[in-house]
């Protein structure tokens, strides 16, 4: 406990300051490569805190050239820190309504330019998701969890069909991430943070074949499948 006292207590100091730098310069740095280091340094700041390794395979598959999609599972809170810091392409999040209402960090993750979705309210969801596909026509390349929450046991979740939508709507790939080992850093409604090792799989482009009702569930089950054969086994989840 004393150890997931000190890492929260760090936790909460990191996302104040560089939370507060965030706000700071997306006024100030048109580039926006200052906000992009702050996050990064908040990210790995927590991982070193808490004693969490990352290890990645498949980067070949990012490209900086044109913006993609970015689908990953997601088993614990520790998944974003470990995108944040080891993703070396910019991106934005799609994020659910309720972090925008943190102080300080909720204004942070606006100002960076997550796309706030309102999972209750289906029209307020779907302008968010023509807003994320126009953002990734622009240019912006997006990360999306397509189980839409976390899992309570580190076990895949089915898939919603949004990665469908944004691949369709931008023309752009669908890249799929695969996370392991998050689930044992910090469980889903546990406060108790382990060290331990995180493992990102980065796969292959995949892109949508047509509009119809068939292919976009056989493109969805596809993506969810890559997703679960790239994870790597670890303790504690059956996968």
């Known amino acids: 406990m004393i150890r ?31 906000i ?28 900086s050239d044109s ?11 520790f998944d974003i820190f470990a995108l944040f810091a ?12 309720e972090l925008f209402r943190i102080p300080i960090f909720g204004y942070a993750m606006k100002r960076f330019g997550n796309i706030r ?8 969801a779907r302008e968010g998701m023509q807003l994320a596909a126009r953002k990734i026509r622009e240019g912006q390349s997006i990360i999306i969890f397509p189980e839409g929450t976390r899992s309570l046991d580190g076990r ?21 991430i695969s996370i392991s080992g998050s689930f044992n850093i910090m469980p889903k409604r546990s406060f108790r943070v ?18 119809h009702e068939n292919n ?10 890559t997703i679960l054969e790239n994870q790597v086994p670890t303790s504690g989840v059956r996968h």
């Open 4 to 34: 997931s006292f000190w890492v929260w207590s760090a936790g909460v100091f990191l996302t104040l300051v560089c939370g507060a730098f965030v706000i700071l310069f997306s006024f100030l740095d048109p580039t926006r490569r200052i």
């Open 36 to 63: 992009y280091f702050f996050a990064k340094l908040w990210a790995r700041g927590i991982l070193l805190a808490a004693g969490v390794k990352v290890q990645v395979q498949g980067l070949e598959n990012l490209t």
């Open 67 to 77: 913006s993609q999609i970015l689908a990953s599972n997601h088993q614990g809170f």
């Open 86 to 97: 080891c993703i070396p392409i910019r991106f934005g999040w799609i994020t659910k309504k």
């Open 117 to 124: 979705i309102d999972r209750s309210n289906k029209e307020n």
């Open 156 to 176: 895949l979740l089915p898939f919603k069909k949004g990665c469908f939508y944004l691949a369709e709507a931008s023309g752009k790939p669908v890249v799929p």
């Open 194 to 211: 382990n060290p331990g090792t995180i493992h990102l799989v980065i796969g292959k482009p995949m892109r949508v074949q047509g509009a």
């Open 216 to 225: 976009r569930n056989a493109f969805t089950e596809q993506l969810r499948q």
